[in-house]
């Protein structure tokens, strides 16, 4: 017999299915370390921090995360549904509406979110009276509050990123499949609803969850413009109270678990469409 040792075989260890989290890659040092600080800040702030202003705004508070959420919500829908035109007119459409599209995603990504957000308030909330069409109307009721102008802006702004976004996941759709698509008979539209657009949307998930979270945390600008959200109802108690850090840290824990939330349902999301990393 040979006196060669015997080549011992690794161990086989089954891959994580698609819906399994791999705890040991999550458990990094860097990640224990940060985990351990925030776990200190709240007990420390916690024992010593004064809370008893709390139970006094809770409803305040619920309301404001209640407003924040659906803010984010209206804006992110009605946003993604223009970001979709921009995106197609950009990567397939005729250069009239490509420049047109091209345009009004670099003026939107070239000026600042709260600059767009005064225009509109403050510029087309003071010309609207002026018309008495639209004073006489049945929407000069909701046209004198300052939600339609915030959700117009913020839908605006997510439209210009994700339109950018869109343009680019649209582009990188393989021409194969496309191709495949004309070849068993689909029209245009069958096409892009069939494989062109789901297969860019798959391919924009990762960055549409991030410009989601930037879009959570874009909405304390419309306290600016009197719109009770989180940032104003924490600013209200910090004006009552005269109490600081408090109430600043307790909104920093609000958006920390929202953002969590939010990223858990996109990566959620990623993990069960078909087809996913194809």
Not at 48 to 59: F, I
Not at 139 to 160: I, K
Not at 168 to 175: I, N, T
Request: proline residues 7%.
């Amino acid at each position: 017999m040979s006196d060669l040792p015997a080549i011992v075989a690794p161990p086989v260890t089954a891959p994580l299915g698609p819906n399994r989290v791999d705890v040991r890659a999550f458990l990094q040092p860097h990640r224990i370390v940060l985990m351990l600080c925030g776990a200190g800040i709240v007990l420390a702030a916690a024992l010593v921090g004064r809370w008893d202003w709390l139970p006094r705004y809770g409803g305040m508070i619920f309301a404001g995360v209640g407003q924040s959420l659906l803010l984010l919500l209206a804006t992110a829908v009605l946003g993604f549904l223009i970001a979709v035109p921009l995106g197609l007119a950009q990567a397939a459409g005729p250069w009239p509406l490509a420049v047109a599209a091209r345009s009004f995603c670099t003026v939107i990504r070239g000026t600042p979110l709260l600059l767009q957000l005064w225009l509109l308030y403050y510029g087309l909330g003071s010309l609207f009276p002026l018309i008495p069409e639209i004073r006489d109307s049945f929407l000069w009721p909701y046209l004198r509050q300052a939600w339609p102008y915030a959700v117009l802006a913020l839908s605006l702004s997510f439209a210009g990123y994700e339109g950018e976004v869109m343009r680019g996941a649209l582009a990188g759709v393989s021409r194969g499949e496309l191709e495949a698509g004309r070849a068993f008979g689909m029209g245009r539209t069958t096409l892009l609803r069939r494989i062109w657009l789901p297969r860019a949307i798959q391919r924009a998930l990762p960055t549409l969850a991030g410009e989601t979270v930037l879009q959570l945390k874009s909405t304390p600008l419309v306290a600016t413009i009197t719109v009770v959200d989180i940032y104003a109802v924490f600013s209200r108690i910090r004006q009552d109270t005269y109490i600081t850090y408090e109430p600043l840290l307790l909104m920093a824990l609000i958006y920390l678990l929202l953002t969590g939330i939010l990223v858990g349902l996109f990566r959620l999301l990623e993990n069960r469409l078909p087809g996913k990393g194809a």
